[in-house]
């Protein structure tokens, strides 16, 4: 298994800033992508953030410009650099990683257990 580990979540004032953190651990043989999705409250999970291996990004057009994803890959983790914030930013947010753990041959998806950001006054 994958563990992903989140931090780095809170309550920040519209405009504000915050990073969010995932650590990764397990026996890991590659990991293909890292990323960050969504959900806010009643809402479905939506991609927020994606960081390729290659290190190809994508965001959704919500953030574009507000936030940065970023890796380091000696500590096995993924970051979510978030500024600009807004009150719609408010959600759980939940890392994922696609990896493929060693000795296994299939690339599987894993999440961690969610951190909530609120953006209120």
């Known amino acids: 298994q994958v563990q992903l580990v989140e931090s780095g979540g809170g309550l920040v004032q519209p405009g504000g800033s915050l990073r969010l953190s995932c650590a990764s651990s397990?026996?890991?043989?590659?990991?293909?992508?890292m990323g960050w999705y969504r959900q806010p409250t009643g809402k479905a999970r939506e991609l927020v953030a994606r960081?390729?291996?290659?290190?190809?990004?994508n965001y959704a057009d919500s953030v574009k410009g507000r936030f940065t994803i970023s890796r380091d890959n000696a500590k096995n983790t993924v970051y979510l650099q978030m500024n600009s914030l807004r009150p719609e930013d408010t959600a759980d947010y939940y890392c994922?990683?696609?990896?493929?753990?060693?000795?296994?041959?299939?690339?599987?998806?894993?999440w961690g257990q969610g951190t909530q950001v609120t953006v209120s006054s």
């Open positions: 994922t990683a696609t990896a493929r753990l060693l000795g296994d041959l299939v690339l599987r998806d894993y």
């Open positions: 397990g026996r890991i043989f590659s990991i293909k992508s």
């Open positions: 960081l390729t291996s290659d290190a190809n990004t």
